[in-house]
């Protein structure tokens, strides 16, 4: 695993780096030496690389590449060629051609706890933006036990993102059916997803994509999420949780986690979550513009 300051995007990276590792010969430039076993190097732009040395590119950066045999993979970078991204969400803001490939994880690492235990589970940034607060009311106005994790001290934070998380944890000390775990290790992270009988999400802004939903999902554990993009595109409606579009459907859905079987979300995630199927999508898309095909 990653250390533990990584986030979810640098977990994205590191699992994506190990499957291509197995399906194809790598040649990994990159700018923080994660893959001891490499040689790597800091790339700022496309002269620093041998480009005619590889059959195809696969770029996870700002770098702007003027030869076609590349795929960038990417969100925000503004990229004009061969642009992949992460979810339709990100595809429709795109004013070029694009296509899709899912963000993937560990499915073996977040592992399958069939055994579910008599909580719910907020996993996420404490940030108001992720809706913490939103399942801290769930969890007064239900009664349910809730078990709430995620960093509340982040560098981009600004000071009253801080002052906003403290103020929370000393609400989250008053209320007997909440725990407060705050940042824990990824471990911990897997324990506390894998028992729980369901993910309460209720997220409040606008992402490309929501990690958390996908490792919950691969631990076997269904997520009630709101119907925002693109993290309604990760749950699928009465299989793997529920999309809920408002409060009082959430307090609804709340009492149906029991008509999801576990088996089925875990079987799910690993077909469609994995890092394993994100690589081999995107080794697809290598081979087409080693080919001479672009969009």
Known sequence: MPPKAYGGFERILYFLSIELAKLTDLTCYCDIAWFPQWKTWTVSSENEIPVNNYDAILNISNVRFSCSHVVNYEWGYGHTKNVVVPSRKESSLRHQPNKIVYFG???DYYRFNPNKEDYFVFFGRIHPSKGAQVALQLAKETGIKLKIMGADKETWFAAQDIAWAEEFKKTCAGIPN????GTVSNEEVVE???KAKAMLYPIQGQFMFDLTVIESLSC????LVSDLPAPNELVEHGKTGFICPDLAYFRNAI??????NPYIVRQIAETKWSSRRMAKELVALLEQVSRGETW
């Open 220 to 223: 076997g554990t269904p997520v």
């Open 105 to 107: 994880t560990d499915v």
């Open 255 to 260: 009492k149906w986690v029991d008509s999801l």
């Open 192 to 194: 506390v997803l894998g």
């Open 178 to 181: 909440v725990e407060y775990l």
